[in-house]
Nanobody
Framework: QVRLMESGGDVVQAGGSLRLSCAASGSTFDSVAMGWSRQAPGKQRELLGLVTSGGSTTYVDTIKGRFTLSRDNGKRIVYLQMNNVEPNDTAVYYC?????????WGQGTQVTVSA
C-alpha cells in the first residue's frame, strides 16, 4: 500500500513558477511509476505525465516544455515543477500511482493562477 500527500499548492501569477511535492509512504514506492493529474472546475480529471521508477518521464502536450516531473526515491518524494504557468492551469493537482491495483491517490493540492 502507498499513502500519498501533496503540498505546495498556492496562488501564483501567470508566468510564474511553482513546485508541487508529493510525499509517499509505503514499501513499494521505489518500484512504482508515479503520475500527476489535475482537475479544473467543471472538467474531468486529466493525466499530465508520469515518471517511472527509474526516472524516465512522459508528458501530455498541454504541459510539455513548461512542467517537469521528477522523483527522489531516497526521500520518497515526487515533484511537479511548474514554470510559465497560465490561468488555464488553475486546478486541484493530484499525485497517484500507476499500474497498481488499486491506484492510490493523494488528497490533492489547489493551484490558482491569476491573470
Amino acid at each position: 500500500q502507498v499513502r500519498l500527500m501533496e503540498s505546495g499548492g498556492d496562488v501564483v501569477q501567470a508566468g510564474g513558477s511553482l513546485r508541487l511535492s508529493c510525499a509517499a509512504s509505503g514499501s513499494t514506492f521505489d518500484s512504482v511509476a508515479m503520475g500527476w493529474s489535475r482537475q479544473a472546475p467543471g472538467k474531468q480529471r486529466e493525466l499530465l505525465g508520469l515518471v517511472t521508477s527509474g526516472g524516465s518521464t512522459t508528458y501530455v502536450d498541454t504541459i510539455k516544455g513548461r512542467f517537469t516531473l521528477s522523483r527522489d526515491n531516497g526521500k520518497r518524494i515526487v515533484y511537479l515543477q511548474m514554470n510559465n504557468v497560465e490561468p488555464n492551469d488553475t486546478a486541484v493537482y493530484y499525485c497517484h500511482t500507476l499500474g497498481t491495483t488499486p491506484v492510490f491517490w493523494g488528497q490533492g493540492t489547489q493551484v490558482t493562477v491569476s491573470a
